[in-house]
């Protein structure tokens, strides 16, 4: 595995490799024998959009890991200003040992790991958002065990990166997804197909979440589309999380949320409160994943 870029490129052995390593990381946290494979590494981190979680949980694994961690913001280097992604990619590649990028377009970032030939890693970007998904399903088999077996529901907006990464790790991993969306909210037919698996893109909630093993939400109005949020929260109301959507769910069945959460709008406060220790140890699991994708990649990578 040379980058991180997309669920989709990975295959199932190396999803595997991943989630077991991000087990042992979390057991040896804090521990004297925990590994630090990034030693001597410096990691720049360039942020073209907002993040608490992303950034934070990267900061914190990259010097958990032996390495030093560089915040760039876009608009602190000549990115912001209109320099080319691949010649700000073949400076960085030069001085730096990994990178990690959360920005708009897919493209940039494959572009970036093209050109500057050091471990590359997707921290969101408008299509995918792969570090997440993968720390969910290490929260969901903590929990409830193999993925395979379940059925996971989410609910909302279908087109925005959440659900896409959401859809190739259902290809890949053979779980049942269902996508409950209004039509103009729904993945991209051809990118369900792409990614095989058993996928039901459906405007039906309750046959969405009918006897469900988890029900997944994000927001209603992503990173880029602010100036859509009225209409957005006309079209996509009623698409919410709330006790009435949950009784056709399995009863225990867990609520998970990327965050940040709008309470009232993708999820109601109550059923927000009440599944708030899945959904913060959702957001841990973001540290421990990363963690073992960042010392997966800089074992593979030999300048
Ligand atoms: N879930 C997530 O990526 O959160 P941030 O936007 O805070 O990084
Ligand atoms: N779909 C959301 C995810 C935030 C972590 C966004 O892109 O803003």
Not at 181 to 206: F, H, N
Request: glycine share 6%; charged share 25%.
């Amino acid at each position: 595995m040379k980058h991180l870029l997309s669920i989709e490129e990975l295959t199932v052995k190396q999803i595997g490799e991943i989630l077991a390593l991000a087990k042992k990381l979390k057991a040896a946290r804090g521990k004297a024998s925990h590994p630090k494979p990034l030693k001597d590494q410096t990691w720049a981190l360039i942020f073209a959009k907002y993040s608490t979680r992303t950034r934070v949980s990267f900061e914190v694994g990259i010097r958990e890991l032996g390495g030093r961690a560089m915040f760039l913001s876009n608009n602190d280097i000549q990115l912001g200003r209109g320099e080319p992604i691949v010649d700000t990619a073949r400076v960085l590649g030069r001085m730096i040992h990994g990178c990690v990028i959360r920005t708009y377009q897919q493209k940039d970032v494959l572009d970036f790991a093209a050109a500057a030939g050091i471990p590359t890693i997707n921290a969101l970007t408008d299509e995918e958002h792969p570090c997440q998904i993968l720390a969910d399903i290490l929260t969901i088999e903590e929990k409830l065990g193999p993925i395979w077996k379940k059925t996971v529901c989410f609910i909302g907006d279908g087109a925005c990166n959440v659900p896409a990464s959401w859809i190739f790790a259902a290809g890949k991993l053979g779980f049942d997804l269902r996508i409950a969306a209004p039509r103009k909210y729904q993945p991209a037919a051809d990118l369900v197909k792409r990614a095989g698996g058993r996928i039901l893109v459906t405007e039906d909630r309750a046959k969405a979440s009918n006897g469900a093993d988890v029900i997944y939400s994000d927001t209603w109005i992503s990173m880029g589309k602010e100036e859509e949020e009225a209409q957005r929260l006309a079209e996509l109301d009623g698409y919410q999380i709330n006790d009435r959507l949950l009784a056709h769910a399995k009863p225990k069945a867990l609520v998970m949320h990327c965050l940040p959460a709008y309470r009232g709008k993708e999820i109601t406060d109550d059923v927000f409160e009440r599944h708030a220790q899945t959904i913060f140890d959702q957001a841990e699991n973001r540290l421990h994943v990363q963690k073992a994708i960042m010392a997966l990649l800089a074992k593979s990578w030999r300048r």
